[in-house]
């Protein structure tokens, strides 16, 4: 539904603008009465006139001019007050049009400002999540492989509604491009500013894939989502490269890759 309100300098232009309608009409009714009441005494002089000239003669003539005489200067008396008039009423109107013309692009201004300040104060205070990782151990073909990491808030307020999506894998390949995001997020956490809440992904691999382990790379990458503390909805997107030449390999099948290794991959990392 739209919403009208009204500002504080349009209530006050309103009123000018009443007033400048009023003394318009005013300066019509006194036009109009001028000419009525004119045409009425024009009237009345005409009819005294010929009265006059009946009963005196020749002498009605000094007095039917002295009547015009009368008359004409009634006449630009009230001319005059009527130019008066519309010349104020004029330049009220255009001081009524400056003045709204100028506190409508204030207001407008404010505005403005009002936006981009609450926006420059969500930027610096609201919550943002950055994923760091933690290594994988143990990386083994008879284990379950582990994979960890950390989402950090590094903003000033809580991250509300925390949800992740996590996923691994060993590729060939050190320049991998693709990494499909999954529907299944998991979590509903509160990550409080400076705090780092760790989780872990599990997962598989084969013999085949830790072969030559040295010219090959472990990928872990998700997204996290959350809100920023302002009610709005924000994501991380993240990928972690730990190349092979870092494998380290252990007894009984605990190799790992440590997390000195991690390097954020070229691909794969995005946030709002």
């Known amino acids: 539904m739209l919403k009208l309100k009204m500002r504080a300098p349009e209530l006050m232009i309103g009123a000018l603008m009443t007033v400048a309608l009023i003394a318009l009409g005013m300066l019509y009714e006194a036009s109009r009465h001028t000419e009525i009441s004119s045409r009425d005494q024009t009237q009345q002089t005409q009819a005294a006139d010929q009265h006059t000239e009946r009963s005196v003669g020749n002498g009605g003539e000094s007095r039917r001019a002295d009547n015009g005489d009368k008359k004409e200067g009634e006449?630009?008396?009230?001319?005059?007050?009527?130019?008066?008039?519309?010349?104020?009423?004029?330049?009220?109107?255009?001081?009524?049009?400056?003045?709204w013309q100028s506190t409508n692009n204030l207001w407008v201004e404010t505005k403005r400002l009002a936006i981009s300040?609450?926006?420059?104060?969500?930027?610096?205070q609201r919550a943002y999540l950055s994923v760091e990782g933690?290594?994988?151990?143990?990386?083994?073909?008879?284990?379950?492989c582990i994979a960890e990491i950390g989402i950090r808030n590094v903003g000033?307020?809580?991250?509300?509604?925390?949800?992740?999506?996590?996923?691994?894998?060993?590729?060939?390949?050190?320049?991998?491009?693709?990494?499909?995001?999954?529907?299944?997020?998991?979590?509903?956490?509160?990550?409080?500013?400076?705090?780092?809440?760790?989780?872990?992904?599990?997962?598989?691999?084969?013999?085949?894939?830790?072969?030559?382990?040295?010219?090959?790379?472990?990928?872990?990458?998700?997204?996290?989502?959350?809100?920023d503390g302002f009610g709005n909805p924000r994501s991380t997107k993240f990928?972690?490269?730990?190349?092979?030449?870092?494998?380290?390999?252990?007894?009984?099948?605990?190799?790992?890759?440590?997390?000195?290794?991690?390097?954020?991959?070229?691909?794969?990392?995005?946030?709002?």
């Open 75 to 99: 006449f630009w008396s009230a001319k005059l007050t009527d130019w008066l008039l519309a010349v104020f009423t004029f330049f009220l109107v255009l001081f009524t049009y400056k003045l």
């Open 156 to 227: 000033n307020l809580p991250a509300r509604d925390v949800k992740w999506f996590i996923d691994a894998g060993i590729d060939p390949s050190g320049s991998r491009a693709e990494f499909s995001i999954g529907t299944d997020f998991y979590g509903s956490n509160v990550i409080p500013p400076g705090t780092e809440m760790k989780r872990s992904h599990n997962f598989t691999v084969t013999k085949s894939e830790l072969s030559q382990y040295q010219t090959k790379s472990l990928y872990v990458w998700g997204e996290i989502r959350y809100t």
């Open 117 to 124: 300040q609450e926006r420059d104060t969500q930027i610096l």
């Open 239 to 272: 990928c972690h490269r730990y190349p092979g030449r870092t494998f380290t390999a252990g007894a009984s099948g605990n190799n790992f890759f440590p997390a000195s290794a991690m390097r954020y991959h070229r691909y794969g990392n995005d946030a709002d």
């Open 134 to 144: 933690h290594g994988a151990n143990p990386v083994s073909a008879v284990k379950t």
